[in-house]
């Protein structure tokens, strides 16, 4: 790593991967030098679409490379804890998508690895890079509301999607929590930190994963949130923070606001708007890795380990409530027990 680029390597060559690189290449303190796939013609492809040098078959590879700085894991999340593993058991740094992992253990084992290692690890949260939402949660944490007293957030998706879909795969850690509840349940964790208490519903499908889930978790302090996620209805997709002294109110793509507004009493509302670019650039969460790498940090305080895990916990707990488990997962292992 110099000080003009940081050297990515690329593992997994799907729709979120694609989207990474596109925003990669356009900084231009990055160069992406290394790609990997299971399937050599993807990880080709991926490549020549990219202007990418090196394009391996597989993962190791692109692991004992020594030529990249960080490495961004874009598989589905039950295969985070093999490709990030792999990646930081040869040295690697690494971005890893969310959710995190299948589980907190999974996500314990990661962050364990990592530290001991000596080496960089994130959860690609791109919401807490996001500007605005940084720019929220300092009105919040400034006290502009008050002590928060609630927070709601949903995310949904229209489907429907069909059970050969990744989304209804319980052996890909399919459902809607994984996929789109670590959003909102990451949002209300942003503003309040860990719940004391949870209680959730889900409607589940034939192969066991939910289709929807509503959660409510509640602090020592009273404050509650309520958060919904789904893959058979599409949701406004809306967040909204409610405090002793008034409301931020984030309309639609709240983990990707162009725009809040923010009410309090006895003054007129006021809005804030994102700067000029593109809505869903990734581009944040790039640049802070980038940033954390050259100033020696082997984790970010936007993105901490410990809120990860956190929010992990959460998840768990979520589908403990619910009864959704994964092939992969026994109760001994995971710590999960019977709902």
């Not at 804890?81 to 959710?99: D, H």
């Not at 790039?286 to 959460?314: F, I, Y």
Request: glycine fraction near 10%.
């Amino acid at each position: 790593m110099t000080e003009q680029s940081v050297r990515w390597g690329i593992l997994a060559t799907g729709g979120i991967a694609a989207a990474f690189t596109a925003d990669l290449v356009d900084l231009p303190d990055a160069e992406v030098v290394a790609v990997a796939s299971r399937s050599e013609a993807s990880a080709q492809a991926f490549a020549e679409r990219f202007g990418i040098d090196r394009a391996y078959g597989e993962w190791g590879a692109l692991a004992e490379d020594a030529d990249i700085d960080v490495v961004y894991v874009a598989t589905p999340h039950s295969a985070h804890r093999a490709a990030a593993g792999l990646c930081l058991e040869a040295g690697r740094n690494v971005l890893c998508e969310k959710a995190f992992t299948l589980n907190a253990r999974e996500a314990e084992e990661l962050v364990g690895l990592a530290r001991e290692r000596g080496s960089f690890l994130m959860e690609a949260m791109w919401m807490y890079c996001n500007p605005l939402v940084r720019q929220l949660k300092a009105l919040v944490d400034d006290g502009a509301i008050g002590e928060v007293r609630s927070v709601q957030a949903d995310f949904g998706l229209a489907g429907p999607f069909p059970p050969s879909h990744r989304l209804r795969d319980p052996a890909q850690g399919g459902g809607a929590l994984l996929d789109l509840g670590v959003y909102p349940v990451s949002f209300a964790q942003l503003l309040l930190g860990e719940p004391s208490d949870i209680a959730a519903r889900a409607t589940l499908s034939p192969e066991g994963v939910d289709l929807q889930t509503g959660a409510l978790l509640s602090w020592d302090s009273g404050a509650l949130a309520s958060v919904h996620c789904s893959i058979i209805g599409g949701t406004a997709t809306s967040a909204s923070v409610t405090g002793s002294l008034g409301r931020i109110d984030v309309p639609y793509g709240f983990f990707f606001p162009d725009r809040f507004v923010l009410h309090r009493d006895g003054r007129d509302a006021e809005e804030f708007t994102a700067e000029a670019g593109p809505r869903g650039s990734l581009k944040h969460e790039a640049v802070e890795v980038m940033r954390a790498l050259r100033a020696g940090e082997t984790e970010s305080p936007l993105v901490p380990l410990d809120g990860t895990l956190a929010v992990m916990r959460t998840l768990d707990t979520i589908r403990d409530r619910v009864g959704v488990r994964y092939p992969s997962e026994t109760p001994e292992a995971s710590g999960l027990t019977p709902a």
